[in-house]
Structures are given as structure tokens and as C-alpha cells.
């Protein structure tokens, strides 16, 4: 019951942060995306709330890395709830602001993801489970920075270049890394786990983890490997004209769209 409470809550202050960063100022650079500059800001903030948190909580709790079935403190029972609302808040206002087409590979992850973390909630149980898969949170807080500052035209730049790296590498040490943790606890400890919840962890794990591979080779191909084999023209800056986009693809002022992935 708690765990349903706290997700409403957590439901209704990220909806609420949505509408009141409504009353703020966007960046002139980001004038034309004022809608998804808000979203990622209140993505950014889940994120670091999350990803902080979940850290810190299994650094102080190791238990609930030892046991992921029982052992959790109420609290960790709270941080995965605050994501749950956090991820139906999202969903909903990516349904209200964009059209089906525009946002359903995200609301598949969100889908996914709400299912797996929702077992927790319901059940009391996995809450450690849930806690290290918090632990994604804190590469997605590197990748909402990166999506900030391309929208602010930041690209390139030291800060831009630094997001990128940070990227990279928290995509490693705090995405991949606990994906395969999970995976091989799910593989050992199947007779464990009902066999629905098997089913639904591991299409949780195959989702997560393709999208996180295909990030990241996009943002190495776009970031890195093109930078260097482009570099920037001495006194050339980005404009709304050509302007690199969030999964690296380049878009033009008319809205069209040159693909970077080949």
C-alpha cells in the first residue's frame, strides 16, 4: 500500500515539476524546443535523484546487493516507487506533447521498465534487484546533460566534449556493468524466481541492454570518431541551420532529416 501511495505522489510532484518549469524562462537557444528542454530537465532531475541514491544506498545497505530478493530498508522501497511514478509521469507527457509515431520506442522502455520495477512494489520483494538497476540512472543523468547542451548549441565544446566522455563511461561502469549483474544472478538463481518473472526480467534485460548497446555506439560514432575525422573550423560556430541532434542524426532548419548512422 505504501509503495502505491508513494508512486502517486511521486506521480503527481514530477507532473507538477513538468508544468512549473512551464513558468520558467527556456534559453534562448533552446527556444524552439521548449518542450523537450523541460523534459529533459525533469529527466535530468530524476536521475540524480535515482541514480545518487541508489548508489549510496547499496554502498551503506551491500545486503541488498547480497540478497536482492529480501533484504532492502523501507526506504529503498521508496526510491523505487518515486521512479515508477517518475517513468508514468514521463509517459504521459510524452503522449500529450508528442504523437505516437514521434514517442513510441521510448514509451516501450518505459513500459518495460515500469513492469519490472512495479514486481517490487507490489510484492515487497527484488526492491534490491530494483535498486541495482537504479544504478542506470546515473549514466541517463550524463546523458540528459549531453542532450541539454546540444540544444543549447554547446556542440562542439569542452563541456560538450566532457558530457560525451562522461557518457561513455558511466555507460559502461553504471549500465552495462549492472545489466550483466543482473543477468547472471537471473541465470543462477532462475529456480529461485517464478518463471513469469523470469520471462518478464529477461525482456526487461534484452530491451534495456540493445538500446544501451546502440547508444553508445551512436554517441562514439557521432561524438567521437566523427569529431576527429571532422574537426571544427577555427571561428565556426553552430547555428539553427545545421545543428547535430540528440541521437545523432543532423537536422536542418526546414526539419529535415540527414542520417549519421551509416
Not at 77 to 105: I, K, P
Not at 192 to 206: E, S
Not at 213 to 226: N, Q
Not at 241 to 261: A, N, Q, Y
Request: proline residues 5%.
Amino acid at each position: 500500500m505504501w509503495g502505491l501511495l508513494v508512486t502517486g505522489a511521486s506521480f503527481a510532484a514530477f507532473r507538477g515539476l513538468h508544468w512549473a518549469l512551464q513558468l520558467l524562462p527556456t534559453p534562448g537557444s533552446a527556444a524552439q524546443d521548449r518542450w523537450k528542454w523541460r523534459n529533459i530537465c525533469v529527466s535530468l532531475v530524476h536521475s540524480l535523484l535515482t541514480g545518487v541514491g541508489a548508489l549510496l544506498g547499496l554502498s551503506l545497505y551491500p545486503q541488498m546487493a547480497a540478497d536482492p530478493i529480501h533484504g532492502h530498508p523501507f526506504w529503498a522501497l521508496v526510491l523505487v516507487a518515486v521512479s515508477v511514478g517518475y517513468f508514468l509521469a514521463d509517459g504521459a507527457d510524452m503522449l500529450y506533447n508528442q504523437t505516437l509515431g514521434q514517442a513510441w520506442e521510448l514509451l516501450c522502455h518505459h513500459l518495460v521498465v515500469v513492469s519490472c520495477l512495479s514486481t517490487a512494489i507490489l510484492s515487497s520483494h527484488y526492491v534490491g534487484l530494483s535498486m541495482v538497476s537504479l544504478l542506470l540512472e546515473l549514466n541517463s543523468a550524463c546523458l540528459h546533460l549531453r542532450k541539454l547542451l546540444l540544444l543549447s548549441h554547446q556542440a562542439p565544446s569542452l563541456a560538450f566534449s566532457m558530457a560525451s566522455w562522461a557518457t561513455l563511461a558511466t555507460l559502461a561502469l553504471f549500465r552495462l556493468v549492472p545489466l550483466g549483474w543482473i543477468s547472471l544472478w537471473l541465470i543462477r538463481q532462475q529456480h529461485q524466481v517464478p518463471p513469469a518473472l523470469v520471462i518478464l526480467g529477461g525482456t526487461g534485460l534484452v530491451t534495456v541492454g540493445a538500446m544501451s548497446v546502440i547508444l553508445g555506439v551512436r554517441i562514439l560514432v557521432s561524438d567521437v570518431l566523427r569529431s576527429r575525422h571532422h574537426p571544427p573550423i577555427p571561428g565556426h560556430k553552430e547555428t539553427r541551420d545545421t545543428r547535430r541532434c540528440c541521437d545523432g542524426e543532423l537536422v536542418t532548419r526546414d526539419g529535415s532529416i540527414l542520417s549519421l548512422k551509416d
